[in-house]
């Protein structure tokens, strides 16, 4: 079981081991960076809404852009896009730190330069979290997740604090210089990773048609959707911390920099706490548990940190939902990362980026205005009472439980030999399957269809059906449609393990002396194009 592997294991692979030390570096110089942007915005603007909206230029772009970064992850080298993504984010963060020397910004501008951050943060992160998958082992994998918010984690328990004191001592400037020196490690590991190729005959997907796939395949799977939707809840109401503790900090509080450095510290060393945890809790307890505790921990946090006037309370009192976070976040990763196969996983994690990270957005953006028109303190409380209802939502829609589904390609597929000579373009394909199935075994097999149906659409199949002859009653033919070739074929590879268990299973009830039989057939219309209407006067026949 995943649950028992060790919370340390994933180390023992070196690249991971690599990249994720690199990553240390460059998230210490990312949360010096959110702190002089959050800090530099209480000093230039006097509203509450704009000092949230830091927090949300950062998430929106991840929300609008995760999608196209999932489609290019699963159709292009994830190495090379994680280069592009940190040099870009290099070349903003140095932009920032001039215009920031040169006191240039202003409040709009600002937050521009943090849009544009999270741009190179929305294209990195499907392509390193997909690739977690290639660095480690299947089993490693709920451990490496958890070890990246361990990572993650411990740069935010002493960054913040480290970051606050920088600002405090040079200025915004200063932590934007760090930042942009921060990028230059990870950029170096990365360039020295030599990833496997992989070896993939079939042209690469058209954008859209990517995206196309990976929505099909997340429609499908409805424990996915569960987890995108538990993820969006989950960020618009426990988005209220954060987004609001730089005003915590400043007016219910009467902190400067620092205050609100060490305060994110606590949150970060209540994370760390947390994810050391993650491995036991998740022995002992579902995982629909652990995410209604995590609403909990959080809602009773904002209670106390929208009351309470100490910093002392307020710190203490972040330890919980820095906890909450990282076990609510891991389990999430964790379950699209286990549900779902290699060739689509980048997709999946994109949709469940777009769904948590356009949670916080528009959450930062909603606490903000609230914040703005009712007070700090009312608007922790609201968020309070929203993170209650995502409890409440757990009894309807309960997060699936971790399953160990083989998820590797069945490899069964060939290519058949055909007489007559197509483009990998070529298309539309119509594919038909003829079973033969006596009656009593009717019940069983439409059942069995069903899940077919599922797996078909899922993996890329359009205009899916079954069939059943008038005039033979026991032959029952299925057919779906792919646009090409190419997706014919890609479509047939999709196929896992765990699918193929239900294949056997409509196998097995088939009663002809073979197996069932395929037919492929590519569609021609008989009427040349534009021809296919009657025309208004008869033609003249003298010509």
Known sequence: MPDRISTLAPFRHQTFRTIWIASLASNFGSLIQ??????????ISDSQDMVALVQASTALPIMLFSMIAGALADNFNRRSLMLTAQVFMLVVSITLTVFAYLDLLTPWLLLAFTFLL????????????????????????????????????????????IGGAIVAAGGAAAAFAVNSCSYFTLI???????????????????????????????????????????????????????????IVARDLVSGGPLTYGIMLGAFGVGAIAGAMANSRLREK????????????????????IGLSS?????????????????L????????????????VVGRALSFYQTAAFGGIAGGSWLWGVLSETLGVSIALTLSSLAMLVGVVIGLRLALPQFV??????????????????????????????????????VPEFLTLMSRRRRIRIRDGARQWALMRDLEHPEIWTETYHTATWADYVRHNQRRTQADAEVWDAIRRLHRGEEGPRAHRMIERQTIPPRNDVFHKSPPDLHH
Not at 333 to 339: E, K
Request: charged share 15%; with cysteine.
């Open 34 to 43: 959110a702190v002089g942007a959050a800090w530099m915005m209480t000093s």
């Open 118 to 161: 999270g741009c190179g943060v929305a294209l990195n992160n499907p392509s390193w979290q997909a690739s977690v998958g290639d660095m480690v082992p299947r089993e490693v994998l709920p451990a490496a997740v958890t070890i990246n918010s361990v990572g993650f984690n411990i740069t935010r328990s002493l960054g913040p604090a």
């Open 188 to 246: 170096y590991a990365l360039l020295r990773w030599k990833p496997e190729k992989r070896d993939d005959v079939l042209p690469r997907e058209t954008l859209l048609r990517a995206l196309s796939a990976g929505f099909g395949y997340v429609v499908m799977s409805p424990n996915i959707l569960n987890v995108l939707f538990r993820a969006l809840v989950f960020g618009i109401s426990a988005s209220a911390i954060l987004a609001l503790l730089p």
């Open 285 to 304: 307890m579902s995982s629909e548990m652990i995410v209604r505790l995590s609403f909990l921990g959080f809602a009773a946090s904002a209670a106390v």
């Open 310 to 326: 100490s910093a002392w309370v307020t710190t203490f009192a972040l330890l919980v939902p820095g906890a909450c976070w990282v």
């Open 328 to 343: 609510a976040l891991s389990l999430f990763n964790t379950t699209v990362q286990l549900s779902t196969p290699r060739w």
């Open 404 to 441: 160990d589904l083989n998820l590797d390609p069945v490899n069964r597929f060939s290519a058949p030999s055909l007489r007559l000579d197509l483009q990998m373009r070529s298309g539309p394909i119509v594919s038909l399957v003829d079973y033969t199935i006596a009656d009593e075994d």
